[in-house]
């Protein structure tokens, strides 16, 4: 394939049919606009209606965005073509030449009909796309005429594997075949290894059946007994030599026991991590390449295919059966699942690809795809058959908008490598290289940072993903100020040169320098545009939600007013565990434990000090119990309701003292609604208080929007602690992240479900390889993650740093183990480019006094 054409600018972007575009973006440059000016371009120049036009994105939220960015641009573009003020924007620009070319009145109709059709145009999520096509296109779809309520297919998921383990639970004597191999995993890694199975697109690799055949051939063995006897080692009782023998006997022994297997695979393997220790030195001076040596790494994979056989095929036996079993349990229930919808449509296509991709292509001859890089290999194969012909040419036009950058969505089934083939493809490039979103001395230390901390965004040096200097907007003026003197270096790297030796020690104590921090930045005299900063204007970002709750408390104390937004489930909060231990006293009055704990919570309001006195004061007992007692039966006269509203008010005055008491009173009122909804569900309050008890242990992994935490309107005037993902597609005045030197690598026992690009698909594997690859594209996602990270700000970042070399359990880290972070400062600190950045400041300590 020829290189793509380079196009500068928006106005050249070719968008006649038979081509592919390629938009790739940076974190505040502009896609949105862009987008609704392509937009405006596709009604007027290739005089498309709204109905014809698909602009899809990632959620319901950024649809509707759209929607309305596209809508307000087609009634700037009607006023300006009436007569208004047209300014010197590249839009308007455009609009002007068009109107000299005497099309005022025709663009005018257009555009009146276009505003006249919007709502019914394809803007939306790729999902919702889906949906449409079966709603829209039954027969060629093959889709029942009524497709049925859309569910989030999670919980069945959950139920289904519940039944499997309930199933090989009860089977009586010992299991057998597949549920043999499955028992022995256990419940929590085979609820792991079927979860990431039944992803969409995932198939599980099965074992290599060569490498199986040629450990059970006697010959085999036999020639293994012969090649290390021929060999010289270093000493009789090598370990090479040693683990040789005994994959040899192993062969000799009928290859059978699986487990032994993979004993042998790693006991080979770690004999191999000095390998020219283990042979003659003779042997070493005369041979260029030694052939046991090539054997003995060969052997490693062959020996692990042999152990992982038996578990890989139990997983692609039960992956079957349980997408079987979720189709069936949809279809009887009439509903249809996120994951359904995208399959079923891509079926749909592969099966009837040409009537179904023709049909579609008739009726939306382009496609304007943004966040692109959050797309799965499912919904890009789903595009791709739309937007190509039967014999593999090109149809209509696809414009993909992304920003690699911020593809940090690999845990909800985001693909880089789909996108990296998508951009293979495309015959146009268009790069936004300009940040209007970023005052220019912040976008000017961004520029330093990556030029000397390394622009590739990998521990590969070669890895495609980069990230290259952007131009700042000449026209930002609004400028961060602290005691009226301009910020000329709005981006701080405070690194702490000795910091306490535990890790949740040192989270603890850059958790407190942050509350310390904002509490200095707000007394500091610090303004924005000359407007003094205010609680509002500040973020800080953490990876994990806990960090957030903590540091909430944390500034609570400090008189701080601040929010974890995002959506979080209202089961998760402290009130919902309060509520669970009051509702159990109440149903249990007589349980002096459950009465003591009820007491110690805010909501029962008793200290130490009153509890303790208990023990001895009768009275004060006896008024408890009576409390707890009449709490009861308020519930069974009147209902949940009535009881979490009478505890709001037994516990008003030290509700109201807190500094969260808008949101206590908010997240309360609002789990008593929902108990009192679903106790119409169940048959007694130890049913309900069962259902509170499991909708807890969901907790933040809920998402459902009635029992997601309800943003109440003094929110927006708060201290905004958002996790890193929840960031993504927000900016804020001055952001702080205390804690991206935490955020390393998980374990070792993560499932690798990667790209093959054989066949395009995800696949299963479990073999060192794959679990070593899926670390390194986990810390390529992390790399992103920084960069998301970084890019919020609009005026200044504050980043803690530690040691970048310090050591983990006595030894240094190294990729993919570490923090990016730390892997950029070490580059820093090791160029001469560390010297030529005038808009970084770097600082020792958490200097902060405690406030």
């Given at each position: ?21 390629l938009?790739?973006?940076s974190?505040g ?15 007027l120049?290739?005089a ?43 839009a ?26 919007l ?18 296109y ?8 009524r ?14 594997l ?18 043999a ?10 609820d ?7 992803a969409p ?9 060569t ?21 010289r ?5 090598s370990a090479?030599?040693?683990?040789l ?23 080979l ?37 042999a152990?992982?056989?038996p ?8 992956q079957h ?17 996120f994951?359904?919808?995208i399959?079923r ?6 099966d009837n ?30 595009l791709d ?24 969505y ?9 996108y ?7 015959d146009e ?8 979103r ?28 980069r ?19 301009a910020?000329?270096q709005p ?27 904002i ?7 610090h303004?924005i545009?000359g ?13 994990a ?8 408390e944390?500034?609570?104390r ?13 089961f998760?909060s402290?009130?919902a565990r309060e509520?669970?231990?009051l509702l ?25 000090q ?5 023990g001895?004061d ?32 037994h ?14 009173l908010?997240?309360?009122?609002h ?7 679903h106790?119409a569900?169940?048959?007694?309050g ?15 992994a809920?998402r ?11 929110d927006t ?42 066949s395009?698909t ?13 670390r390194?594209e ?6 992103r993650?920084?960069y ?7 005026h ?7 040691p ?5 359990r006595?030894?240094v ?9 730390d ?8 160029t ?11 600082a ?8």
């Amino acid at each position: 394939m020829s290189a793509p054409r380079s196009v500068p600018d928006w106005r050249l972007l070719g968008l006649e049919p038979g081509g592919r575009s390629l938009i790739e973006a940076s974190a505040g440059t502009g896609k949105t606009w862009t987008i609704s000016v392509l937009y405006l371009r596709l009604l007027l120049e290739r005089a498309l209606s709204p109905r014809q036009i698909v602009v899809a994105t990632f959620t319901e939220a950024a649809a509707q965005e759209l929607r309305e960015r596209i809508r307000a641009r087609i009634g700037w573009a009607l006023a300006r073509l009436a007569g208004g003020d047209e300014g010197e924007d590249p839009a308007a620009q455009w609009l002007r030449a068009r109107r000299g070319q005497a099309q005022a009145g025709v663009d005018a109709a257009r555009l009146r009909l276009a505003l006249a059709e919007l709502d019914l145009a394809p803007i939306g999520t790729l999902h919702g796309l889906c949906r449409r096509i079966l709603h829209e296109y039954p027969l060629a779809s093959r889709a029942p005429l009524r497709l049925g309520e859309l569910v989030d297919g999670a919980q069945l998921e959950q139920e289904l594997l519940d039944d499997l383990w309930r199933t090989l639970a009860q089977t009586a004597g010992e299991p057998t075949g597949h549920a043999a191999v499955a028992w022995s995993l256990g419940r929590r890694t085979l609820d792991r290894y079927l979860r990431e199975a039944l992803a969409p697109g995932v198939t599980v690799a099965p074992a290599d059946a060569t490498a199986q055949a040629e450990l059970a051939d006697p010959a085999f063995a036999q020639r293994l007994h012969a090649q290390v006897a021929a060999t010289r080692f270093a000493r009789s009782n090598s370990a090479l030599r040693t683990r040789l023998l005994e994959v040899a006997d192993f062969a000799a022994a009928g290859a059978a026991d699986r487990a032994h297997a993979q004993v042998l695979a790693e006991g080979l393997a770690k004999a191999l991590e000095q390998p020219h220790k283990q042979f003659h030195a003779s042997l070493l001076q005369t041979q260029a390449h030694l052939p046991m040596l090539e054997q003995a790494q060969r052997l490693v994979p062959v020996l692990e295919a042999a152990a992982l056989a038996p578990t890989l095929a139990a997983l692609a036996h039960y992956q079957h059966e349980l997408r079987a079993r979720i189709h069936a349990r949809l279809a009887s229930a009439g509903e249809l699942s996120f994951n359904a919808l995208i399959e079923r449509v891509q079926a749909a296509l592969h099966d009837n690809a040409q009537d179904l991709g023709a049909l579609l292509h008739a009726a939306w001859p382009v496609a304007l795809v943004d966040e692109f890089q959050d797309t799965d290999a499912l919904q890009y194969d789903i595009l791709d058959r739309i937007y190509r012909a039967g014999d593999g040419t090109p149809r209509g036009r696809l414009v993909m908008i992304g920003d690699p950058k911020q593809a940090i969505y690999r845990f909800r089934g985001g693909d880089i490598d789909a996108y990296l083939a998508a951009r293979a493809v495309a015959d146009e490039h268009m790069t936004l290289a300009t940040n209007f979103r970023s005052a220019p001395a912040y976008v000017a230390a961004l520029n330093e940072l990556y030029a000397a901390g390394g622009r590739v965004l990998s521990a590969d040096p070669a890895h495609a993903i980069r990230c290259d200097e952007v131009a700042a907007d000449p026209a930002r003026r609004e400028a961060c100020t602290a005691a009226g003197v301009a910020c000329v270096q709005p981006l701080q790297i405070h690194l702490l040169e000795a910091p306490p030796d535990g890790q949740e020690e040192r989270i603890e104590a850059a958790l407190a320098a942050c509350a310390n921090h904002i509490v200095a930045l707000l007394d500091g005299g610090h303004a924005i545009g000359g407007v003094p900063l205010q609680p509002r204007n500040i973020a800080v970002l953490a990876h994990a939600r806990r960090h957030l709750v903590r540091l909430r408390e944390l500034l609570h104390r400090r008189r701080v007013p601040c929010v974890v937004p995002g959506g979080a489930s209202v089961f998760a909060s402290e009130w919902a565990r309060e509520l669970q231990v009051l509702l159990y006293a109440a149903l249990h009055p007589g349980d002096v434990r459950a009465l003591r704990a009820a007491l110690a919570t805010r909501l029962g309001g008793h200290n130490w000090q009153r509890l303790r006195a208990l023990g001895t004061d009768d009275p004060a007992a006896q008024q408890a119990g009576r409390w707890v007692h009449e709490l009861g039966e308020l519930w069974r006269r009147r209902g949940v309701l009535a009881l979490v509203q009478a505890l709001i008010e037994h516990a008003g005055a030290a509700l109201r003292a807190g500094a969260d008491h808008e949101r206590a009173l908010t997240d309360l009122r609002h789990l008593g609604e929902l108990l009192q909804e679903h106790s119409a569900q169940v048959t007694g309050g130890d049913e309900l208080l069962a259902w509170l008890a499991r909708q807890r242990e969901a907790g933040d992994a809920r998402r459902e929007g009635d029992e997601r935490e309800l943003r109440i309107e003094s929110d927006t005037a708060r201290v905004s602690l958002l996790t890193l993902h929840a960031s993504k597609g927000l900016e804020f005045d001055i952001v702080l992240l205390p804690l991206m030197w935490a955020h390393a690598a998980p374990g070792n026992d993560r499932v690798a479900v990667l790209h093959d690009a054989a066949s395009g698909t995800r696949r299963l594997r479990l073999d060192a390889a794959a679990r070593e690859r899926e670390r390194c594209e986990a810390q390529d996602e992390r790399h992103r993650l920084l960069y998301v990270a970084l890019t919020r700000a609009r005026h200044a970042c504050h980043v803690y740093a530690l040691p970048p070399t310090r050591t983990q359990r006595g030894t240094v880290a190294a990729d993919p183990q570490r923090a990016p972070l730390d892997a950029m400062l070490e580059r820093l600190c090791a160029t001469p480019q560390r010297d030529a950045m005038p808009h970084v400041r770097r600082a020792t300590g958490w200097p902060w006094p405690q406030a």
